[in-house]
């Protein structure tokens, strides 16, 4: 490949002069590369369509795009640019990196094995929701490469929760929150929360409590199909706090009692470049280690 698109994200230090510097070592070796304005240079509240990165500035025929910064950026990325469907490969920056695993020492022998066409694709799985009113007024709608999360917005008390799955009532939770999360997602929050870790090539859905008042309530791996229903409950002995939703950490408002999300598989996929022959497996290994 001979066509690249760099995303930096410049609230990472060091993250735009290595976006120059990836220009610059693609264009001296014949490749075309744009460098994007930073994932920071608009405001989101400028625009509706997408966040920090501006699908419509990205040339329809290029081949890679390149995100520096953290597995932060990648997550942006993914969503903003989800109808491209152009594969993307991570720089790190950040800190933990499972998804921008490229290191930035490794950075010039990543980008030969681009241009010698050494690289796999992965897909990966995106999940949609969509909240709605009792009355089926939709509130908000967005993507998640990660999760969708739903957690107490303030204070101490926990929330109720009526799970459906295929619409059959699963479980009724007790809980700080609940996770929907994807095989990509499965070493983020749903890690942390006690979830269990998926290969993120797997197709499946995760749904994890979050500090569930209940010592039997366990993470529950459904099939990517499932048309999976949270919907937030009132009861009549405690009061009621608004629920937080977030798509991959950013906030979308709250959800009230009686408020339904319904979560699925998204249409389109994230398709993430490879070029280290290494196994998922050993990717966690190496990455719980530094931590």
């Known amino acids: 490949m001979d066509k690249f698109y760099v995303i930096s994200n410049n609230g990472k230090s060091g993250s735009r002069k290595l976006a ?37 500035a990205i040339p329809d ?20 640019l989800r109808y491209k469907g152009i594969p993307m490969m991570g720089i790190n920056r950040g800190t933990l990196g499972y998804l921008a695993e490229v290191d930035s020492d490794n950075v010039e022998y990543a ?36 999760d969708i999360v739903l957690s107490r917005s303030s204070g101490l008390d926990v929330n109720d929760f009526n799970i459906y799955v295929d619409g059959v009532l699963l479980n009724k939770y007790v809980a700080d929150g609940i996770i929907i999360a994807t095989p990509t997602g499965s070493t983020a929050y749903n890690l942390s929360a006690g979830g269990p870790i998926v ?5 499946s859905i995760l749904l994890t409590p979050i500090s569930p008042h209940s010592l039997n309530k366990r993470s529950i791996v459904l099939d990517a199909n499932s048309q999976i229903i949270v919907e937030v409950v009132k ?48 990717t966690v290994r190496r990455k719980m280690s530094e931590r």
């Open 199 to 203: 290969d993120p090539k797997a197709f």
């Open 61 to 80: 025929d290029t081949q890679a795009i390149l995100v520096i910064g953290g597995d932060g950026t990648m997550l942006q990325a993914a969503r903003d």
């Open 20 to 56: 120059q510097y990836v220009r610059d070592y693609l264009v001296t070796r014949g490749c075309r590369c744009k460098l994007d304005s930073g994932v920071y240079a608009e405001a989101a509240d400028d625009h509706e369509w997408f966040r920090y990165t501006n699908p419509q």
């Open 111 to 146: 980008l030969d094995c681009l241009m010698d066409d050494q690289y796999t694709v992965e897909e990966r799985m995106l999940l949609y929701g969509e909240v709605k009113k009792t009355d089926g007024t939709l509130v908000t709608s967005d993507h998640a490469l990660n």
């Open 235 to 282: 009861r009549t002995d405690k009061r009621f706090i608004p629920v937080q939703l977030c798509y991959d950490g950013n906030g979308a408002g709250l959800m009230e009692a009686g408020d339904r999300i319904l979560i699925h598989k998204a249409a389109e996929r994230a398709r993430i470049l490879k070029i280290k022959h290494i196994s998922f497996l050993e």
